[in-house]
């Protein structure tokens, strides 16, 4: 008994120091640095030459190999029985959240720089929430609060995607000279300096493609998730597809053996980087998060991941920042805390139509609800994988 008391009173003294709110806020930053880390990071690949094409396979290989084992042992109960159907649906999943979306996104990123490919990817709850109006998953009422808010976040989005795609503007802000000289000092910061000679507006067409993909992606995982709701092995089939493709991409526009070849220490950090942290990792703590906080408390997260971004490539490859891409991010954070706060007030407003619903508050203030609420498309506002760019 002294023994099992003992244990008590240490995970009481240690959910003490570190309670699940500063935990959940902690994780929160933790998983932004990362997500800022891979933008860096993968940026600093392209500039190195590595394939866009053997990129993503080995990403998703990685991904897949670490996503395996936990998806196996963990949901062997929750896993349903796989058919030829599902597996139709996971390929066709794959397609749109992985291949293009990674695609779309390393075109983009190496046409842009990582803090506006960053910036353009707040829009994607807005793009999803327009999506699920089309598709009539999502309904709109504008005699509401909640509706009007959504309806105006995603017109800022646009706006703001329209305006880093059409205005590239005047240089506003260049690494001051104490950064240069940190760079001169680093033969391995110089060698990640930002390419130039690239096409902005195509760029940015890429990105917006990469996060129409992702949001289609968001859009279209939600039914079969409520038949497959094992999210691990989902997604682990889903990279396994990813990695499938890819390489049926490589046999036509891949063919130099050479490019399979990682030379550089540094190629060897990427890869792993976008395997291992962006992927694996960052999905673990994503799905916790997600869990433990809720969807909006995660998304409220994502403009300090730009902000961490902007930091990061000013130092490591000497990045400028321009005007338009200023206006445009701005306009972009707006538009996704206008839709956020809608998607809140929507919330509240099922709840208050259901009050027999059992709910439980959690010691950092978001209700977790026990029932089942209609609530259209409340998860796939946030990346649920680990396609999270």
């Known amino acids: 008994m002294a023994e099992t ?32 880390g891979f933008h860096v990071v993968s940026r600093a690949a392209l500039n190195m030459g590595i394939s866009k094409i053997v990129f993503p396979v080995y990403r998703n290989l990685l991904a897949f190999f670490l996503l395996l084992p936990f998806a196996y042992f963990l949901e062997k109960k929750e896993r349903p029985p796989i058919n030829f159907n599902f597996l139709v649906q996971f390929f066709l999943l794959a397609i749109v959240g992985i291949t293009a979306n990674q695609a779309f996104y390393l075109l983009g990123l190496d046409n842009t720089s990582p803090t506006f490919a960053s910036a353009i990817q707040n829009s994607v709850p807005a ?43 005047p240089t506003i802000y260049s690494p001051s000279p104490t950064l240069h000289s940190v760079r001169e000092a680093s033969p391995v910061l110089q060698s990640l300096g930002d390419a130039n000679g690239k096409s902005w507006s195509l760029g940015c067409v890429f990105l917006i493609g990469h996060c129409l993909s992702w949001s289609a992606w968001l859009v279209l995982q939600a039914p079969i998730l409520k038949k497959y709701p094992a999210r691990l092995s989902f997604t682990s089939y889903q990279c396994f597809f990813g990695v499938l493709q890819f390489l049926v991409l490589a046999a036509f526009m891949e063919r130099d053996i050479n490019a399979w070849y990682i030379r550089t220490g540094a190629e060897l950090f990427s890869v792993f980087y976008a395997g291992v942290v962006a ?16 969807p909006v408390f995660v998304a409220l997260y994502q403009p300090v991941q730009t902000l961490v971004v902007a930091l990061m490539a000013s130092v ?32 509240k407003f099922m709840l208050q139509k259901q009050p027999g619903m059992i709910q439980a508050e959690t010691d950092h203030g978001a209700p977790r609800t026990t029932g089942h609420v209609k609530s259209s498309i409340t998860q796939p506002l946030l990346p649920q994988s680990t396609e999270n760019v």
């Open 279 to 294: 992927s694996g990792i960052a999905f673990a703590v994503q799905i916790w998060c997600i869990d433990r906080g809720g």
């Open 316 to 347: 490591a490859l000497g990045e400028e920042f321009y005007l338009g891409g200023i206006i445009g991010a701005v306009l972009i954070i707006t538009g996704l805390y206008l839709v956020l706060w809608g998607k809140n007030e929507e919330r």
């Open 127 to 169: 793009i999803t929430f327009l999506m699920a109006v089309i598709l009539r998953i999502e309904k709109v009422r504008l005699d509401r609060k909640d509706g009007i808010s959504k309806v105006a976040g995603t017109v800022f989005c646009i706006a703001g995607a329209s305006v880093i795609t059409l205005f590239k503007g």
């Open 5 to 36: 008391g003992g244990g008590i009173t240490v995970a009481h003294r240690i959910k003490g120091w570190f309670p699940e709110r500063t935990q959940l806020h902690l994780a929160m930053l933790a998983l932004q640095f990362g997500y800022a």
